[in-house]
């Protein structure tokens, strides 16, 4: 059964430093999504991608976040200069059509010192 | 305010059980999402609804539009139905918000 996949599974990283958070979405989907969830707290949504470019992003994501499809398979959310705040758990999600149900990947644990 | 309000926040149940998970919503929607978390962190999404009912399985999804309302329903309840089950909506400006979700623990 297809499924999205997330590289790395854990990232540790200093404040301050760039991260690049992959993902392989399920390869006929054409919507792609992030989302966060900080230990303890709600999942969030920060931005959907639609056609090699963004569609909705949320307020967390500034100009720190960037989303990029550098090939037919990769989706990646770089992170510019890391903060302690932005440690949590990063899930990548893909669907096929506008509104139809998320395939998630295993998420990426994301840990800035 | 765009919120998403679960009830309850935990629930534990015995197996066998009928359970019943609430969520309710401040503004229209586009779409309501169930989701399943484990206890690992992974997330599986349940259902996906505009209107209506779903059911898969044992699970039973039903979303009132007027009400903005939604219950997720799990009939003869097991141990392996333990996680957290969150609701998601999609604001009609295309934003999804997530509700804090209901931690359910069924006991053998």
């Known amino acids: 059964e297809p499924e999205v996949t997330q590289t790395p599974s854990h990232q540790v990283t200093q404040m301050g430093q760039e991260v690049i958070l992959r993902c392989v979405p399920i390869?006929?989907?054409?919507?792609f999504y992030w989302y966060r969830q900080i230990l303890g707290q709600k999942v969030e949504f920060l931005v959907s991608f639609y056609n090699n470019e963004i569609s909705e992003k949320s307020e967390i994501f500034d100009d720190q976040f960037s989303v990029e499809r550098p090939d037919g398979s990769n989706f990646t959310l770089k992170i510019r200069s890391t903060k302690l705040e932005d440690s949590a758990m990063y899930f990548c999600?893909?669907?096929?059509?506008?509104?139809?149900?998320?395939?998630f990947g295993p998420g990426t644990r994301l840990t800035v010192l | 305010k765009n919120e998403v309000e679960q009830s309850p926040q935990n629930l534990t149940a015995q197996e066998g059980e009928f359970i019943t998970i609430n969520c309710s919503y401040s503004v229209g929607i586009s779409a309501l999402h169930w989701l399943q978390q484990h206890p690992g962190g992974g997330i599986v999404s349940l259902f996906m609804?505009?209107?209506g009912k779903k059911k898969h399985g044992r699970l039973i999804a039903t979303i009132n539009i007027q009400e903005k309302h939604s219950s997720l329903h799990i009939t003869a309840s097991h141990p392996r139905d333990s996680a957290v089950y969150i609701c998601?909506?999609?604001?009609?400006?295309?934003?999804?918000?997530f509700g804090t979700g209901t931690s359910l623990t069924v006991i053998p």
């Open positions: 390869s006929n989907h054409l919507y």
């Open positions: 998601a909506v999609r604001f009609y400006w295309g934003q999804f918000y």
């Open positions: 609804l505009s209107s």
């Open positions: 999600a893909s669907s096929g059509f506008y509104g139809h149900e998320q395939f």
